[in-house]
């Protein structure tokens, strides 16, 4: 095989499929319809003399050929972006770039409304894509260039990536104005007594054992080590249903006070402290992979994010080996 030969879209089309195993999905990650990306895996096979993708009941899976060429593919296209990055100076009033963010979708609650409205006024161009993924996954999706920043209670990212505190954050407890039991203070016997319905995201379900999840595992781990146990009537997979949830219910839901505080204002909502000594914090950071952090680009976004959010100027932490 000639690499003179070779169309570089054809290796980022390659690449697309590697990640996603699905020729539409991959068609969408680099703005290619499915009829051009499967054009585009015709001509792959072609000058690679090898099916490269064979179809199975779960999607498309890689042939041993397109295995061992995926890392050399992927490691060349990451020092080429680089090089071009890096060539002409980082412009965010004229800059096209899509930068991708792993934020959960509480962080969305948090985030996106102050960062969109100054993207729009200093960098019109700019865009995110905010992808949400287990816990677990973070590490490997920016070791891999698949995200640009993660932002959020991440205490499993250590070795390999800076980061940077944001703010500390805590519990609270959130119930529907109307309470017919709970008025403007809360024990810990009606804290027991009432069910409860708490966020379990999709792929990360509470583990005692696991430091990845969601800070549903932080407060979970706590209520346990209190000898606390609490009614979970509805476990659901995003936020986005729950303010509807307590409104209309008497369930009760333990978030972050910062996304309480930006949610009650817009419902029949109360919320009250949790009822529990020396209730557990946590503290809110951005985290990017060492590979990323002479980026230009990245730089930028991660400066706007900590004058936007940051509660008091912290040092960025270097990655640890």
């Known amino acids: 095989m000639n690499i003179e030969n070779i169309d570089l879209n054809l290796l980022v089309a390659f690449d697309a499929m590697m990640q996603e195993r699905n020729v539409t999905r991959a068609g969408l990650r680099i703005g290619l319809t499915q009829p051009s990306m499967s054009h585009a895996l015709v001509r792959l096979r072609q000058l690679c003399g090898d099916p490269l993708f064979v179809r199975v009941k779960s999607g498309m899976e890689p042939t041993p050929f397109a295995?061992?060429?995926?890392?050399?593919?992927?490691?060349?296209?990451?020092?080429?972006?680089?090089?071009?990055?890096?060539?002409?100076?980082?412009?965010?009033?004229?800059?096209?770039?899509?930068?991708?963010?792993?934020?959960?979708?509480?962080?969305?609650?948090?985030?996106?409304?102050r960062l969109m409205q100054h993207l729009k006024a200093v960098a019109p161009g700019v865009s995110l894509r905010i992808r949400q993924l287990p816990r677990e996954s973070y590490r490997e999706a920016l070791e891999a260039e698949d995200a640009d920043l993660a932002i959020g209670f991440l205490?499993?990212?250590?070795?390999?990536?800076y980061q940077q505190r944001l703010f500390g954050d805590h519990y609270v407890c959130l119930m529907r104005a109307g309470h017919p039991r709970i008025g403007q203070r809360l024990d810990i016997e009606q804290f027991a007594a009432e069910s409860h319905v708490m966020i379990e995201p999709?792929?990360?379900?509470?583990?005692?054992?696991?430091?990845?999840?969601?800070?549903?595992?932080?407060?979970?781990?706590?209520?346990?080590?209190?000898?606390?146990?609490?009614?979970?009537?509805?476990?659901?997979?995003?936020?986005?249903?729950?303010?509807?949830?307590i409104e209309t219910s008497d369930l009760l839901a333990v978030l972050p006070g910062t996304v309480a505080r930006i949610m009650a204002p817009q419902r029949r909502i109360k919320i009250l402290p949790l009822p529990l000594e020396n209730p557990p914090g946590f503290e809110v950071k951005q985290f990017w992979h060492e590979r990323s952090h002479q980026d230009e680009g990245t730089r930028w976004l991660r400066g706007v994010i900590a004058d936007l959010f940051m509660e008091d100027r912290s040092p960025v932490l270097p990655s640890a080996d």
Not at 155 to 161: I, K, N, R, S, V
Not at 223 to 231: I, N, P, S, T, V
């Open 202 to 245: 999709a792929g990360s379900r509470y583990r005692r054992a696991s430091p990845q999840s969601s800070t549903t595992t932080l407060i979970e781990q706590y209520l346990e080590k209190q000898g606390l146990r609490r009614h979970i009537a509805l476990r659901v997979p995003h936020f986005t249903v729950v303010p509807e949830i």
């Open 67 to 113: 295995h061992r060429i995926a890392p050399s593919v992927r490691a060349g296209l990451a020092v080429l972006q680089a090089g071009l990055q890096n060539a002409v100076p980082f412009d965010p009033a004229q800059s096209g770039r899509t930068f991708e963010v792993l934020l959960s979708d509480l962080g969305e609650v948090v985030f996106l409304p």
């Open 155 to 161: 205490p499993a990212l250590t070795a390999g990536f």
